[in-house]
């Protein structure tokens, strides 16, 4: 039998890297931020791009499980795919297990079309499971204010 090894790297040029803010402690990581970084492929030709980008996202998430998590999108190229939502992995659970908060760069928003009331704040437009934000600091306090309110409900 000849085996052949798999990549979870072959399957997109996309990167994926994971922040946090440099008073956070490793052990107790209170807000993750997954950036996705590259060009998401057209159409069903982005299917693997979904893939990897929620399988990496899965992996962060595990490893440092954060209190909240920051999906940041602001330097993704995308124009359009139907499998853009699931990169987004611990959302669309009722209610979402932490705080969520998505960032969008000027080269994938306008190809979220349902995201047109955004080009007209620089602050964020909500709907439901997801809130969009165009700018990092403005969804780092979002989501810490939401994870605030949460510990005062404990």
């Known amino acids: 039998?000849?085996?052949t090894e798999l990549q979870l790297r072959d399957w997109s040029k996309i990167d994926v890297r994971f922040y946090t803010d440099d008073a956070s402690d490793l052990t107790c990581l209170t807000i993750l931020v997954i950036k996705y970084?590259?060009?998401?492929?057209?159409g069903s030709e982005g299917y693997p791009d979904a893939v990897y980008m929620r399988a990496?996202?899965?992996?962060?998430?595990?490893?440092f499980e954060?209190?909240?998590?920051i999906?940041?999108?602001?330097?993704?190229?995308?124009?359009?795919?139907?499998n853009i939502n699931i990169i987004f992995p611990n959302v669309g659970i009722e209610p979402p297990p932490v705080p969520v908060a998505v960032v969008l760069?000027?080269?994938c928003e306008p190809g979220?079309?349902?995201?047109?009331?955004l080009l007209a704040t620089d602050e964020y437009v909500d709907r439901g499971e997801f809130v969009y934000f165009r700018r990092l600091?403005?969804?780092?306090?979002?989501?810490?204010a939401r994870f605030a309110d949460s510990e005062k409900k404990l």
């Open 1 to 3: 039998m000849h085996l």
């Open 37 to 42: 970084v590259g060009v998401y492929r057209w």
């Open 56 to 63: 990496m996202a899965k992996a962060g998430l595990d490893a």
């Open 66 to 69: 954060p209190w909240c998590v």
């Open 71 to 82: 999906y940041d999108l602001s330097e993704l190229s995308y124009a359009w795919g139907n």
């Open 105 to 107: 760069g000027p080269n």
């Open 112 to 117: 979220m079309p349902h995201l047109y009331s």
């Open 137 to 144: 600091d403005f969804a780092w306090k979002y989501v810490n």
